[in-house]
């Protein structure tokens, strides 16, 4: 479906809910890189240290004359790492449903990478996927615990997807780990309020795309860990009594009243390994960081193990 129609039955549902993919235009893009590099966030600088620890190992694992497809490719930053220590990759194939972000990023790495094929694919990788046909092992990069964005069910299906697309290829994966709710507290609530305004910019998607004239001031950014699902909940929370127009549907908010944005689900290693082996995969290392803040999983299938 498109933003419009998604939106509008997000918005119709009860509770309200829209699917977290929406945040990536251009300037949700921009603002979650800046997100990335911002103290509190935790999970990309902890993702980035295993990776170049533990570099050449993961390179010995997926071998030599690989292809990789990175699913939510975004800039495109950590894959770097892995390039840099394969051996003779013939083709990377970044996804992400930000056409613009995703094709600025592509030109980048082919300047740094003169060598390698790179064949970005606009497209929205939690529905059908069309990759270009195989140019040798095809194996999965899904970092920075975007699994995580998913219901544990959908979670498993999406696995059992990817384990489809690869062909039999490995999954390297990122997984942010369960820990003191303080910690997850500040990473989804910075001091700068570069979260709050990733999460608005939804907002100012709708009225510079839909011309839905959300008042990005009657909203506010509320995100707080729930213990008992293991995850982070991202709302928008109305300030006051409004109504909007989405496509010549009027909906009306009432103060307090929420729209759910995004959840971010944390994951026990043993908890993680068992839904990947529910989806097809064998969990074959596991690389964490010494404060067990953040995990890196190299799964196979089931058949080639």
């Known amino acids: 479906m498109s933003f419009a129609d998604e939106l509008a039955a997000g918005l119709r549902a009860q509770p309200r809910r829209v699917s977290p993919k929406w945040f990536y235009d ?10 990335c590099e911002l103290p509190e966030y935790y999970p990309t600088r902890t993702e980035l240290a295993l990776l170049d620890r533990h570099a050449s190992e993961i390179a010995a694992l997926i071998g030599a004359g690989a292809e990789i497809v990175e699913f939510g490719a975004g800039a495109s930053r950590k894959v770097r790492i892995l390039l840099g220590a394969l051996e003779q990759p013939r083709r990377f194939v970044p996804v992400d449903i930000s056409g613009e972000h995703l094709v600025d990023a592509a030109s980048a790495l082919r300047a740094d990478h003169p060598g390698l094929a790179v064949q970005p694919l606009v497209a929205d990788f939690t529905a059908e996927l069309e990759l270009p046909a195989a140019a040798g092992r095809r194996v999965g990069f899904f970092p920075g615990s975007s699994i995580g964005n998913f219901e544990p069910g959908e979670a498993e299906r999406l696995l059992c997807r ?29 001091a700068q309020g570069v979260t709050a305004a ?20 009657g909203w506010a950014h509320s995100a707080f860990y729930n213990p008992p699902l293991q995850r982070i909940e991202m709302h928008l929370v109305s300030r006051r009594r409004q109504a909007v127009t989405i496509a010549g549907e009027r909906f009306e ?25 529910r989806a097809g995969f ?14 890196l999983h190299w799964l196979e299938p089931k058949e080639a193990r």
């Open 253 to 277: 908010f009432a103060e307090g009243d929420s729209v759910h944005t995004e959840n971010s689900y944390k994951y026990t290693v043993e908890g993680f390994q068992a839904l990947a082996r």
């Open 198 to 217: 990733f999460n608005l910019n939804l907002l100012a998607r709708a009225n510079r795309e839909l011309g839905a004239g959300f008042d990005l001031a």
């Open 26 to 35: 251009a300037a949700g893009s921009r603002l979650f890189e800046r997100i």
């Open 162 to 190: 990817f384990a489809g697309w690869l062909g039999g290829g490995g999954l390297l994966i990122g997984v942010d780990l369960v820990k003191e709710p303080a910690q997850l507290h500040a990473a989804y609530n910075d």
């Open 282 to 295: 064998e969990a074959a290392r596991c690389w964490t960081d010494a404060g067990q803040r953040f995990s």
